[in-house]
């Protein structure tokens, strides 16, 4: 599905949650040559149990480096995941749901552009997807070609010719096609956690969105889903 390229020797920031498919992400990057520089937020999200498997996901591959920002998105609220007074839905949701953060992977993928001056990277891998996603403005492709001009016209790189390029490469892709493309890097999804409503140890609730369309793909695939429900989903 995707070409192999081990003489790529360039630097890249990966935005990493912890979750499927920014695992998918980085495993894609390293398998196309890329030198990792793995980026995470603590951005008052309802739970951590996530942000530790994005923690324990860079030790096991060895990245160049990996920084966890402290952002304070829970103090302005608007979304299920930063403010506990608002119930993460466990039924599909019509149109943007309360699960969607204002402004998330825009400001995400600013520290990755700025991170990515600093080092002298012209790379920066995001797992969005605009096929089975929950309606996220922030994961179409129109969001990423319109960050991608911004990119090159808002830094010191882009103005000076050096392009930094923003990589989508799971954009188009299903859920069981990206658990299928993971399986294929040797991706160990068991180290992953998607849920909204996750316990401290990580388990998963299971009735959730992300729940359902992590639980969905597997089921398409005819493969064995290693997620850690609390309820023996």
């Known amino acids: 599905m995707f070409e192999e390229n081990k003489a790529n020797s360039g630097k890249a920031i990966i935005l990493l949650s912890g979750g499927l498919d920014s695992i998918t992400v ?36 060895a990245l160049a480096e990996h ?25 599909p949701q019509s149109g943007i749901p309360v699960t969607y953060v204002p402004a998330r992977n825009t400001i995400f993928l600013s520290f990755a552009l700025g991170w990515a001056e600093v080092l002298n990277a012209r790379h920066v891998f995001i797992g969005v997807n605009a096929v089975d996603f929950s309606g996220y ?6 969001f990423i070609k319109a960050f991608q001009d911004m990119a090159n016209l808002a830094t010191k790189a882009g103005v000076e010719g050096q392009r930094i390029e923003i990589h989508a490469p799971l954009i188009a892709l299903s859920k069981a096609e990206i658990i299928r493309l993971g399986l294929e890097l040797g ?21 959730c969105d992300a729940c ?15 997620t850690r429900y609390r309820h023996g989903c």
């Open 67 to 91: 920084k966890v920002i402290t952002l304070g998105l829970g103090s302005i609220g608007g979304s299920a995941l930063t403010d506990e007074r608002i119930d993460v839905p466990m039924s």
């Open 212 to 226: 359902r369309l992590r639980a969905e793909g597997f089921k398409n695939l005819a493969v064995a889903d290693p």
């Open 137 to 142: 403005p922030d994961c179409r492709p129109e």
């Open 26 to 61: 980085l495993a894609l990057a390293r398998r196309q040559g890329y030198q990792c520089y793995a980026l995470s937020f603590d951005y008052g999200q309802r739970h951590n149990a996530e942000l530790e498997a994005a923690k324990k996901i860079a030790e096991r591959y």
């Open 187 to 207: 991706v160990d999804y068991g180290m992953t956690v998607s849920c909204y409503a996750a316990d401290r140890q990580g388990r998963a609730c299971g009735s």
